[in-house]
């Protein structure tokens, strides 16, 4: 099943964007429309008749530039954590497969030897010194508790 966290953020790091672009193109017509109309001769006379008309296209620039700057830093940054997201993966955990340690007053047997035996359950090897293999052990692959039926010594390599 796909995450569902992940795919949002990338939905609304697409939004973003959509903005993003929307507010860039609006932002191209008001310039065209500034230069038009704002400069030379065509503003000198729009300047002497409305003085504010200028400044509220001036002002929509602004605006605009800062909406499609934001919003596209947003998105962007939006879309690298969805990525992010997606790609990770929460299931995969590294799983250390030792049989618990316990100490039992025995005589001494070298602890650098290793023994194995297979889980009845996930037949996952169990590894781990003779004195750690005795008696019940707990799978490190699945969690079972089990007795290991036969222990394979270990070979060096």
């Not at 903005?19 to 008001?30: A, E, H, M, N, R």
């Not at 030792?98 to 996952?124: D, T």
Request: glycine share 8%.
């Amino acid at each position: 099943m796909a995450n569902e966290k992940g795919i949002g953020i990338v939905v609304f790091s697409g939004l973003c964007l959509l903005v993003c672009f929307i507010s860039i193109s609006d932002y191209l017509d008001t310039v065209d429309i500034y230069d038009q109309y704002c400069t030379g001769v065509a503003g000198l006379v729009l300047d002497l008749i409305d003085g504010q008309t200028c400044d509220q296209v001036e002002e929509a620039i602004s605006e605009l530039a800062l909406i499609s700057f934001f919003s596209g830093f947003i998105g962007f940054v939006a879309l690298i954590v969805g990525i992010v997201e997606l790609t990770r993966n929460k299931d995969s955990k590294a799983k250390t497969i030792l049989a618990p340690h316990r100490e039992i007053a025995k005589p001494f047997v070298p602890i650098s030897q290793m023994w194995s035996a297979n889980c009845p359950e996930c037949k996952a090897v169990n590894m781990g010194n003779i004195t750690q293999m005795e008696g019940q052990i707990t799978c490190g692959g699945c969690g079972f508790l089990h007795s290991p039926e036969s222990l394979r010594k270990m070979s060096r390599p």
